[in-house]
Antibody, heavy 123, light 107 residues
Framework: QVTLRESGPALVKPTQTLTLTCTFS??????????VSWIRQPPGKALEWLAR???????YYITSLKTRLTIAKDTSKNQVVLTMTNMDPVDTATYYC???????????????WGQGTMVTVSS | EIVLTQSPGTLSLSPGERATLSCRAS???????LAWYQQKPGQAPRLLIY???SRATGIPDRFSGSGSGTDFTLTISRLEPEDFAVYYC????????FGQGTKVEIK
């Protein structure tokens, strides 16, 4: 079955770089149409889509954070890594990774999600 | 960037009642790129509807989606106790944005 699990530090200091890893199973990121997305959710607030990497290594980023984000995949390890530079307290949130299917008929919705990892930015 | 506005912010209903949730977009887009998710406290979102009206695998048929252009609707025909949650719409075309959510609470 499809599973995803996020891992990374629970606490980072302002200005530091956050590195999160999504380890998945049950699908391959080398299969045409398969992607992995990162989404975050500040406490008590709405979801915010951050980035996506596709089977063919195309990458997409939220415009407002594009200069701070990098997404990369390691297909052999079934992992996707998201880095976010210059962390700020407003980046405190639960970070989710999710399988996203770009092929028809789904065309980009995220059908399987990890349980999320809470990241707090504080000195 | 397409902005999605969901209404109402909170919907207070009783089990067995019908719920109608709205998602309005700042500009028109293909209904092929509209999804609805359900999120319960402490849990990850769950995909309910993609392509505006197609139910995801395992989703009960009391959930239905409709709409086109800038106006989309999620309808829960008869609320079950497990349906009380927050619901988000998402555009996953060029913008990949979420709405701010609608909370469906027990009246």
């Amino acid at each position: 079955q499809v599973t995803l699990r996020e891992s990374g530090p629970a606490l980072v200091k302002p200005t530091q770089t956050l590195t999160l890893t999504c380890t998945f199973s049950g699908f391959s990121l080398s299969t045409s149409g398969v992607c992995v997305s990162w989404i975050r959710q500040p406490p008590g607030k709405a979801l915010e889509w951050l980035a996506r990497i596709d089977w063919d290594d195309h990458k997409y980023y939220i415009t407002s954070l594009k200069t701070r984000l990098t997404i990369a995949k390691d297909t052999s390890k079934n992992q996707v890594v998201l880095t976010m530079t210059n962390m700020d307290p407003v980046d405190t949130a639960t970070y989710y990774c999710a399988r996203t299917l770009a092929a028809a008929p789904v065309l980009g919705a995220s059908d399987f999600w990890g349980q999320g990892t809470m990241v707090t930015v504080s000195s | 960037e397409i902005v999605l506005t969901q209404s109402p912010g909170t919907l207070s209903l009783s089990p067995g009642e019908r719920a109608t949730l709205s998602c309005r977009a700042s500009q028109s887009f293909s209904s092929s790129y509209l999804a609805w998710y359900q999120q319960k406290p402490g849990q990850a979102p769950r995909l309910l509807i993609y392509g505006a009206s197609s139910r995801a695998t395992g989703i009960p048929d009391r959930f239905s989606g409709s709409g086109s252009g800038t106006d989309f609707t999620l309808t829960i025909s008869r609320l079950e106790p497990e349906d009380f949650a927050v619901y988000y719409c998402q555009h996953y075309g060029s913008s990949r944005t979420f709405g701010q959510g609608t909370k469906v609470e027990i009246k």
